[in-house]
T-cell receptor, first 113, second 115 residues
Framework: DAKTTQPNSMESNEEEPVHLPCNHS???????IHWYRQLPSQGPEYVIH???SNVNNRMASLAIAEDRKSSTLILHRATLRDAAVYYC??????????????FGKGTHLIIQP | DAMVIQNPRYQVTQFGKPVTLSCSQT?????MYWYQQKSSQAPKLLFH???????NEADTPDNFQSRRPNTSFCFLDIRSPGLGDAAMYLC??????????????FGSGTQLSVL
């Protein structure tokens, strides 16, 4: 499976935008980029996913580099409740579909009030 | 309302004493997964059921078993827990196999302690 590289931790201030980077230089053409986050003492939750184009939803935006070797999860206005571990995951969605997600180490996002 | 429910939230067992963790879902999803997450580590997939078909990950120890008696419930059985099995156990579901727009829905987990 193609690997992702994320910073171990990042710190940001409340009500400011946060840009969480993810490098995936060995991404294949059929790999989708998925982001999940895990709040303290909770199971992971889905955030966003994309293939080539930038994506927006109510939680976040996903900016994907033109060569697809990196992407950035953008939280437009971080709150204390966004403090979590953010996982960038590549998933090959071709064929019959993947049978599970493989999590990397993720980025521990700290939000300062 | 919780859609993937795990009970209990905390479970304490003794070294070598069998323990069962439970998971139920109200989503009517076909696939149910069990993940193990040790402290400060990423979740690790143990196995999953697609309907009644059981799929074990290659490196999941034989000590870990699972049962899925019906669509809504799935159990994780640890036959002889060791100290190294202390972890958060996460149950997740998906409607089907993970094609493009499918996502995983996780429960809040059961924190297992082994004394």
């Amino acid at each position: 499976d193609a690997k992702t590289t994320q910073p171990n931790s990042m710190e940001s201030n409340e009500e400011e935008p946060v840009h969480l980077p993810c490098n995936h230089s060995t991404i294949s053409g059929t790999d989708y980029i998925h982001w999940y986050r895990q709040l303290p003492s909770q199971g992971p939750e889905y955030v966003i996913h994309g293939l080539t184009s930038n994506v927006n939803n109510r939680m976040a935006s996903l900016a994907i580099a033109e060569d697809r070797k990196s992407s950035t999860l953008i939280l437009h206005r971080a709150t204390l409740r966004d403090a979590a571990v953010y996982y960038c995951i590549l998933r090959d969605d071709s064929g019959g579909g993947a049978d599970g997600l493989t999590f990397g180490k993720g980025t521990h996002l700290i939000i300062q009030p | 309302d919780a859609m993937v429910i795990q009970n209990p939230r905390y479970q304490v067992t003794q070294f070598g004493k069998p323990v069962t963790l439970s998971c139920s879902q109200t989503l009517n999803h076909n696939v149910m997964y069990w993940y193990q997450q040790k402290s400060s580590q990423a979740p690790k997939l143990l196995f999953h059921y697609y309907d009644k078909d059981f799929n074990n990950e290659a490196d999941t120890p034989d000590n870990f078993q699972s049962r899925r008696p019906n669509t809504s419930f799935c159990f994780l059985d640890i036959r002889s827990p060791g100290l190294g099995d202390a972890a958060m156990y996460l149950c997740a579901t998906s409607r089907g196999l993970l094609t493009t727009n499918e996502k995983l829905f996780f429960g809040s987990g059961t924190q297992l302690s082994v004394l």
